[in-house]
């Protein structure tokens, strides 16, 4: 979950995962998104799919990058029921006689 957390540390990796939302890109349509080089944005694609909250396909010469969107449900699920939100709260001793 660590990994998760690390991708999603940086604003960049998280407009990535945004564009994603709406569908498959190319890293090229990806890359034309930010101001920044293709190295930089080869190491971004790179945590992400470490993270595995992207699937790169190759396809001819481009990469088609596709959103996990179960991976990153779970993680962030995960995240909050280890602060015990999201699960019932225990009952109280009142309550269990009744």
Known sequence: ???VFRALSDPTRRQVLQL???GPLSAGELSEQFDVSK????????VLKEADLVHAEKVGKSVIYHLKLSVLEDAL???VHSFGAGSPAPKSKKESAK
């Open 1 to 3: 979950m660590s990994q």
């Open 20 to 22: 994603l939302r709406k």
């Open 39 to 46: 190295p930089t944005m080869s190491a971004h694609f790179a």
């Open 77 to 79: 699920l995960g995240f």
